[in-house]
Nanobody, 127 residues
Framework: QVQLVESGGGLVQAGGSLRLSCAASGRIFGTYALVAWFRQAPGKDREFVVGISRTGSSLYYADSVKGRFTISRDNAKNTVYLQMNSLKPEDTAVYYC???????????????????WGQGTQVTVSS
């Protein structure tokens, strides 16, 4: 019954903004140890983008998006958001939300730590 559903992707010009949403069903987001966004471009490995811990006390950002992307959550709506500003063509990718049951290590989150994944939403940034 656990399901993560992303939405909000689309086509935007460089310098523009998008807000992605990840809605959880079957489980309350607040019970996950860590929720994060990853992205993957064709022919490339999936890479970490941003993440937030259960209490919000720990935030993780990839260097490439610091100052441009922000992760947040709305517990009432059981939804996690990714606000993307100052978008660049290199941000083009399929974006996935992910959640893990418990944290077994510290530091920047890795994809193999996560137990649940959404289906992804396409973000395309044109020049």
């Amino acid at each position: 019954q656990v399901q993560l559903v992303e939405s909000g992707g689309g086509l935007v010009q460089a310098g523009g903004s998008l807000r992605l949403s990840c809605a959880a069903s079957g489980r309350i987001f607040g019970t996950y140890a860590l929720v994060a966004w990853f992205r993957q471009a064709p022919g490339k490995d999936r890479e970490f983008v941003v993440g937030i811990s259960r209490t919000g006390s720990s935030l993780y950002y990839a260097d490439s998006v610091k100052g441009r992307f922000t992760i947040s959550r709305d517990n009432a709506k059981n939804t996690v958001y990714l606000q993307m500003n100052s978008l660049k063509p290199e941000d083009t990718a399929v974006y996935y939300c992910a959640a893990m049951n418990s944290r077994l290590r510290v530091g920047r989150p890795r994809s193999d730590e996560f137990n649940y994944w959404g289906q992804g939403t396409q973000v395309t940034v044109s020049s």
